[in-house]
């Protein structure tokens, strides 16, 4: 969690989830970033649940074949955190 910038982790037992919002200026924005996001999620094969709105979009990762959180989860919002520069609003 230390290396990620302004990830947090939320739930508790097996809803445990890193999760990180991100703001945009428009609708467009958003949704390029969204794509983006969609095409890290198919190349690791891991799928973030991704809640969308005109500019913002809040990114959570978590990993249900282990009820939680996973190195995984880490990488990848990582990749996400890159999308950006690591910059959130």
Request: proline share 1%; glycine share 6%; net charge negative.
């Amino acid at each position: 969690m230390a290396r990620l910038d302004n990830w947090n982790l939320t739930g508790e037992g097996k809803h445990l989830a890193i999760e990180k919002r991100f703001g945009f200026s428009d609708y467009y924005q958003t949704l390029a970033f969204v794509n983006a996001v969609a095409f890290i999620a198919h190349r690791q094969d891991h799928h973030p649940d991704l809640s969308v709105h005109f500019n913002r979009c809040v990114v959570r990762f978590s990993t249900h074949d282990v009820d939680g959180i996973s190195i995984t989860d880490f990488e990848c919002a990582a990749m996400v955190d890159a999308l950006v520069g690591a910059e959130v609003a």
